[in-house]
Each structure stands twice: as C-alpha cells, then as structure tokens.
C-alpha cells in the first residue's frame, strides 16, 4: 500500500467513525458494503475487515457514552456477557457460509430494520422512561440474539439492540445506543479473531481505516447528544436504508 491509498483510507475511516460515533454502532454497517461495492470484497472479506475498524471505534465510543450519559454497569455487564458467548458461535457458523447468501441475507436485515425505525417516525413511540420497563436479567435474551447476529453479519448486534431497547424496554435514544455499544465490545471482538483465523481480513486495508476513525468517532458521539430524537432516529433510519442500497449494489 503506497503513502496516497493509506491517505485515501484514512479519510474513510474518518467518514466511518464519525457516523459510528452518531448511531452508536461503530461504523461497521457502512463499512461492509463500502469495502464491498470500492474494495470488491466479497462479504466475509469485507465483514472481517471492517471489523478491524469497528472493535476500537466501539470501545471509544462506548468511554465517550458513559462519560456524557451514564450507562449503569449491570445493564451493559448483562448484555456484554450474553452477547459473548452467542457472538462466538454465530461467527463459527458465518464463516462456512456462501457468502453470496451472507450477502442478500444482510441486505434482507437492513430492510426490515430500516422500515422497523420508519414505522415508528408515523406512530408516536411509548415515552422513555426513568427505568426499563422491564427488569434488568430480561437484557440477557437482547444480548443473546444480538450477539448471534453481530457473529453472524460482523456487526448488526447493537443496530438490532437500539430500536428494542427504545421500544420494548423504553429507554432514551441515546441510552440505547450506549448501551448498544456495551452490548457489542466483547462480542466484536471475539467475532473479529473468527475472522482473522480463518483468514478474513485484509489488515493492511482495515488499519488505516481504524486509525481513521479512532481520530472521528469522538465527533458523531458529540452530533448524536445534540441532535433531537425524532432526528436522531430519521437519520437512523435513512442510514439504514442506504448500506441496503450499496450492499445491493454489488452483483
């Protein structure tokens, strides 16, 4: 890799981190269909990679919630731990896969997730409340599925942990998404040493892109506190909807 691609795939990373920072979940869906449709990597190579990116990204990001909003420690232990060991058996399973099919079966998810959050922009959600609504060892069952899932496609665990913790459990935006984060460290981790044993990962790509966003995620964790809800989950929602698109767009 020359001085002008590592310049090239900082930069990216910069755009990566900085929406990882807004939407809480470390850059990693846009990453996957960027490194797919620009890099031509086919999607356990791109999923891998992007993970190389993603594991510092959420771990900042996640210091960055707890400082601006408090994540209470037995919430994130909860889904840390449940998502874990989930994490490590979805990523067993995602690396025997077709990756053809990993593909339109990630595409499928971001779908259903973007309409999901569109849905709720037209029918007023429950109002957050000071406590969840439901108690705290219910997290576990988020942190199990969420954690097959983020093993399975890379990431996804905190995008589906967002919207149920806002709608089933009634917490805040922004609560969600830390807590989101809580939920993904451990599990990224151990889905991104799947990936590298099996020999997806291109770490000459992702690095830069790491260093990119470590530099930026800072930035989006400071848009999301000062945007308005409402906002905050349109963004969401239209984000969602594009990593469809350009995932889709590679044939």
């Not at 930026?216 to 945007?227: C, D, E, P, Q, T």
Request: positive net charge; contains cysteine.
């Amino acid at each position: 890799m020359d001085l002008l691609d590592f310049a090239l795939n900082l930069l990216l990373g910069l755009a990566l981190g900085t929406l990882g920072g807004l939407f809480g979940i470390g850059g990693g869906l846009i990453a996957i269909p960027a490194l797919g449709v620009l890099f031509d990597l086919d999607q356990q190579l791109a999923q891998g990679t992007a993970l190389v990116m993603v594991v510092p990204n959420v771990l900042l990001a996640l210091w960055r919630y707890h400082q601006r909003n408090r994540i209470e420690p037995r919430h994130a232990l909860t889904l840390a731990l449940s998502s874990l060991l989930f994490a490590l058996l979805g990523a067993r399973w995602a690396v025997t896969l077709d990756a053809e099919r990993m593909r339109l079966g990630f595409v499928i998810f971001l779908l259903l997730l973007a309409l999901y959050n569109l849905s709720r922009l037209f029918f007023r959600p429950p109002a957050a409340l000071a406590e969840m609504r439901y108690p705290w060892p219910w997290l576990s069952v988020l942190g199990s599925g969420a954690g097959l899932l983020g093993g399975l496609f890379g990431v996804g665990g905190a995008v589906l942990a967002t919207p149920v913790l806002t709608g089933l459990f009634g917490t805040t935006q922004v609560m969600a998404q830390g807590l989101s984060l809580a939920l993904a460290a451990p599990s990224t981790g151990v889905t991104l040493a799947t990936y590298a044993l099996h020999g997806h990962v291109d770490w000459l790509l992702g690095l830069p892109l790491a260093l990119g966003g470590l530099l930026s995620i800072s930035w989006g964790v400071r848009f999301a506190h000062a945007l308005p809800e409402p906002l905050l989950r349109a963004l969401f929602s239209a984000f969602l909807l594009l990593c469809a698109l350009l995932l889709g767009l590679k044939a």
